[in-house]
């Protein structure tokens, strides 16, 4: 008779630790440089864009139904002819490299694994070449300038790398004001100093697996796709960061761009219903309703609170959603408000911070079974199902 072993794999600690988004923050910053942390963690100014996000969500709640059969839960949808897992994604975020080793790649790998979009930033520090590569699931955002000369060489370089959706950010006229981490150290370019150098050093790990290590295979962070050529490094005593005259940005050049573009155009940080139907009348395919993350203009309402009213007015347009979401109920009451896809940044950020591909991997898991296990409890089996959901807001019954 043959003795039978079981064992079992104790999860990575990392597991254990975050049972929720939230808790990858606290990790995150044990793991960082101050001022890195303080960027990604960060908003602008007071924070009370920032603030207004967060709170409208938790002012909402539904009512839920009971007595339902949900054993057939299933949070698929399907977004410009796509099937995806569920209903979110991953926000672009810039300086990513600088927080996780090849932190871009790794977002679209396990986005594509995990049958969800990822939006690479133009800001980012990874040829957009490699990211496309690594992940078929992926989007390309692009801070684009009032000039059509720097547009157009931009835009093949993208359809040549084979991204099928290009987003626009137009919430970004003019740099935002990020004091918080100003204070820290931390500006763009970043200008080397003994603080930050500092700072380094007491992240050992840190210093050589972000840092360190590429700077020893010569190769620096640089600003990889703000343009069709590489731009400037991250890390300059001297250089002043340009964002290209997006002062000058107009619809003009949106409808230019969308003569241009054969493929998917999506406008993110809109936040009026008349900007919604412009993009409409012009043919764009969809718009993120989004203030940056209360990353940029510190006096707008909650991007949630704008949700509604622009899905109501908009006909083929197809509506996303960012800012603020921390749960999976987060995005739930996004998609009840009028959201066909609702996009997640920082908290991912700060998983990639803490633990690396083990981090966005259960991040991502952590988001699936919260909407699930929500859809369950609400007593619906599919999105299309949440008609009989109520959502209500406080203080208005």
């Not at 909402?60 to 007595?67: K, T, Y």
């Not at 684009?144 to 547009?151: F, H, V």
């Not at 340009?242 to 409808?255: C, N, T, V």
């Not at 988001?367 to 619906?380: C, F, P, S, V």
Request: charged share 25%.
């Amino acid at each position: 008779m043959h003795k039978i072993e079981v064992t079992s794999r104790r999860p990575p600690r990392l597991v254990e630790q975050a049972l929720c988004l939230n808790d990858f923050e606290p990790l995150a910053e044990r793991k960082l440089p101050r001022a890195i942390f303080k960027y990604v963690a960060g908003h602008a100014e007071d924070g009370a864009t920032h603030r207004r996000n967060l709170k409208s969500f938790a002012e909402r709640s539904f009512i839920p139904n009971v007595l339902v059969d949900v054993s057939k839960t299933d949070a698929a949808t399907r977004i410009f002819g796509v099937d995806y897992a569920s209903p979110f994604g991953i926000a672009p975020m810039g300086f990513s490299r600088l927080v996780a080793p090849d932190c871009d790649v790794l977002f679209a790998q396990e986005a594509a694994r995990a049958r969800l979009p990822f939006i690479l930033s133009g800001a980012s520090l990874t040829r957009l070449e490699e990211v496309r590569q690594a992940g078929a699931t992926s989007w390309f955002q692009a801070y684009i300038p009032g000039d059509e000369t720097r547009i157009l060489p931009l835009v093949e370089r993208v359809e040549r790398a084979g991204f099928d959706t290009l987003v626009v950010t137009v919430d970004t006229a003019v740099h935002g004001q990020h004091e918080l981490a100003a204070r820290h150290g931390f500006r763009s370019p970043v200008r080397p100093s003994a603080d930050l150098a500092w700072q380094g050093v007491t992240r050992p790990v840190w210093l050589w697996r972000v840092l360190l290590r590429s700077l020893l295979t010569r190769n620096a962070p640089h600003f990889e796709n703000m343009d069709a050529e590489r731009g400037p490094p991250v890390f300059s005593r001297t250089l002043v960061r340009d964002i290209g005259l997006r002062s000058s940005l107009s619809w003009r050049h949106i409808e230019r761009l969308r003569q241009r573009w054969k493929g998917r155009l999506v406008l993110k940080g809109v936040m009026s219903a008349p900007d919604a139907r412009m993009a409409e009348k012009i043919g764009v395919d969809g718009v993120i309703v989004s203030n940056h993350g209360g990353r940029q203009i510190d006096c707008a309402q909650g991007s949630l609170d704008l949700l509604e009213r622009i899905a109501d007015q908009v006909d083929r347009l197809t509506v996303m959603f960012d800012g603020g979401v921390r749960r999976g109920s987060d995005v739930l009451k996004a998609v009840k408000l009028g959201a066909q896809l609702v996009f997640v940044g920082r908290p991912f950020l700060l998983a990639a911070a803490a633990g690396d591909r083990v981090g966005v991997e259960h991040a991502i898991a952590l988001m699936k079974d919260e909407i699930t296990r929500t859809m369950a409890l609400l007593g619906i089996n599919r999105l299309d199902e949440f008609e009989a959901i109520p959502l209500i807001r406080d203080g208005r019954g």
